[in-house]
Antibody, heavy 118, light 110 residues
Framework: EVQLVESGGDLVQPGGSLRLSCTAS????????MSWARQAPGKGLEWVAN????????YYVDSVKGRFTISRDNAENSLSLQMDSLRAEDTAVYHC???????????WGQGTLVTVSP | QSALTQPASVSGSPGQSITISCTGT?????????VAWYQQHPGKAPKLMIY???NRPSGVSNRFTGSKSGNTASLTISGLQAEDEADYYC??????????FGGGTKVTVL
């Protein structure tokens, strides 16, 4: 059974930093594109960033470029999202997502809540 | 990277069919056959229901059907059931290894 378990969500002040983690199991992690998607409270889904199987390619939505960094450790079956210079509009549940291709989002984790507030 | 346009809500009675639209541009929906649909029940993770416009993952009911014409994709749910009540999101590949989602549609079973 595929499992994606996120952690690291917290309450943080504007301008602060946070690091999210995702632990994967039940599939060959190194064969999958990994992504982060987020959902603000009561709002829709937003794709945030993704990383290629070997980590050689990374892509970001414009609103987080220069502030967020996605990374992965295939030996540990883990995905991370380093979030700096956080803003109120970054408040959301952040989901870890896995797919063999970069064109869909097949497996989703339950998410971890990030709240950016004074 | 503007969000794809979906109706805020769609409703139907049990047994009926409903269709949810997802409108983008020639740079996303119209440019690639990589439209997907997701179902999300409250407090749960999204679940992939349709990929590559028309394909269903293993285990997804054949009551769910996807299609596309030009810059608009559609999801049809036939034989509507109470368990289908949920939020539905479309997504499209935009090129450059990025995705864009729709704003979501709340489906209500009357």
């Amino acid at each position: 059974e595929v499992q994606l378990v996120e952690s690291g969500g917290d309450l943080v002040q504007p301008g602060g930093s946070l690091r999210l983690s995702c632990t994967a199991s039940g599939f060959t992690f190194s064969s999958y594109w990994m992504s982060w998607a987020r959902q603000a409270p009561g709002k829709g889904l937003e794709w945030v960033a993704n990383i290629k199987q070997d980590g050689s390619e990374k892509y970001y939505v414009d609103s987080v470029k220069g502030r967020f960094t996605i990374s992965r450790d295939n030996a540990e079956n883990s995905l991370s999202l380093q979030m700096d210079s956080l803003r109120a509009e970054d408040t959301a549940v952040y989901h870890c997502v896995a797919d063999r291709r970069s064109v869909t989002a097949k497996y989703w984790g339950q998410g971890t809540l990030v709240t950016v507030s004074p | 990277q503007s969000a794809l346009t979906q109706p805020a809500s769609v409703s139907g009675s049990p047994g009926q069919s409903i269709t949810i639209s997802c409108t983008g541009t020639s740079s996303d929906v119209g440019g690639y056959n990589y439209v997907a649909w997701y179902q999300q029940h409250p407090g749960k993770a999204p679940k992939l229901m349709i990929y590559d416009v028309t394909n269903r993952p293993s285990g997804v009911s054949n009551r769910f059907t996807g299609s596309k014409s030009g810059n608009t994709a559609s999801l049809t749910i036939s034989g509507l059931q109470a368990e289908d009540e949920a939020d539905y999101y479309c997504s499209s590949y935009t090129g450059r290894r990025t995705l864009v989602f729709g704003g979501g549609t709340k489906v209500t079973v009357l």
